[in-house]
């Protein structure tokens, strides 16, 4: 989880040792006239703005329908925070299409697109069932009542 003196979803440490660390080098370097073999100052620094950014993106769509930052988030927000960190720390440093890059782009893309449903209201990670516990939307989904828009519920709407 985030550190709670900071308002981002995603620790500098785990996100380090969650990712190979050569990767993790090359795309928080946006420096082309260096190549370092080891973690900076200057690549921490890349790395926890891309996840203060990451976070602040989440946020911006959470924020229509909860309070942000998320005071107890639930455990996918990790996860979801390091791979927009890396599709914010890919463009910024640019890619080529057709490369593992771009993938890792495609997937912060989708984890984008989730958070814009949320706003949206398409779904939500608060289950309304448990006093307010947070369950990723695929539980939430799984417990909706199967037969919601039944025969028997459209003939009573107006």
């Known amino acids: 989880m985030a550190d709670s003196n900071a308002n981002i979803y995603g620790t500098l440490d785990l996100f380090k040792a969650q990712h190979p660390k050569p990767f993790l080098i090359r795309i928080s370097n946006l420096d082309d006239n260096q190549e370092p073999q080891d973690f900076t100052a200057e690549l921490d620094a890349n790395m926890t703005?891309?996840?203060?950014?990451?976070?602040?993106?989440?946020?911006?769509?959470?924020?229509?329908?909860?309070?942000?930052?998320?005071?107890?988030?639930?455990?996918?927000?990790?996860?979801?925070?390091?791979?927009?960190?890396?599709?914010?720390?890919?463009?910024?440093?640019?890619?080529?299409?057709?490369?593992?890059?771009?993938?890792?782009?495609?997937?912060?893309?989708?984890i984008e697109k989730k958070y814009q449903r949320l706003s949206e209201g398409k779904w939500d990670f608060v289950n309304p069932d448990s006093g307010g516990e947070t369950a990723p939307p695929v539980r939430i989904k799984s417990e909706a009542p199967e037969k919601y828009f039944s025969k028997e519920n459209l003939d009573m709407m107006p």
């Open 49 to 110: 703005k891309a996840l203060e950014d990451a976070s602040d993106l989440m946020d911006g769509y959470i924020m229509s329908k909860h309070p942000t930052p998320v005071a107890d988030p639930p455990d996918f927000f990790e996860h979801d925070c390091y791979v927009l960190a890396i599709m914010i720390l890919i463009r910024r440093r640019g890619y080529e299409k057709e490369t593992p890059d771009a993938q890792a782009v495609e997937d912060g893309k989708e």
